[in-house]
């Protein structure tokens, strides 16, 4: 594999299941974060992780929950959603957390919450 | 507050024809300007970045984008569009924190035969 994967790609859940999404990288880079991208809207930055430590939480509801266990992998739990939260969640990684530094998306998944 | 406005939410060009995307930002300083691209069922692919120095940035694919400070503009153009290039294209710059980007809305590209 190589660059940044996510599992899975299309996810349908109820408003009352738990999932969790999954993004792996194989840069070597320290940077990882979730957008939300909705029709319509522009992206939304929703966390970033820094060397596993969390930097920035941008408002996002409690009903997301990140985690970073090591450089490599970012999660993104799910529980008790909402038919607006539907949309494609891109998870990116760069070298560093600096602007300069080139991201990289990994496909995305798509959710749809019933 | 840093902030970019894509004008455009749709174009349609002819296969071989030029094109221009709009892209306006808002900014404290020199601002840090990115082009994006999302093919469908796909991430976001960096085309270009202008960080400073010359003020007409090349990319790839044959992309490029020129930074106009009196305009508030970092327009994307490309000579000739293939068929390829339809997609969805974005324009960033970093947030306040320097932690990350804000994108714009984008805009669609349809290529015409």
Redesign the interface.
Known sequence: ETG?TQTPRHLVMGMTNKKSLKCEQHLGHNAM?WYKQSA????E?MF?Y?LEER??NNSVPSRFSPECPNSSHLFLHLHTLQPEDSALY?C?SSQG????N???????TRLTVL | AQS?TQPDIHITVSEGASLELRCNYSYGATP?LFW?VQSP??????LL?Y?SGDTLVQGIKGFEAEFKRSQSSFNLRKPSVHWSDAAEY?CAV??Q??????????TTLSVSS
């Open positions: 940044v974060y319509k809207k522009p992206l930055l970033v820094s930097v920035e891109l990116a957390i600096d602007t300069y080139e991201q990289f998306f990994g496909p995305g | 970019v840090y994006y069922g796909q991430g976001l692919q960096l970045k960080f974005f970093p947030n924190a320097g932690t990350a980007l804000i994108f714009g809305k984008g």
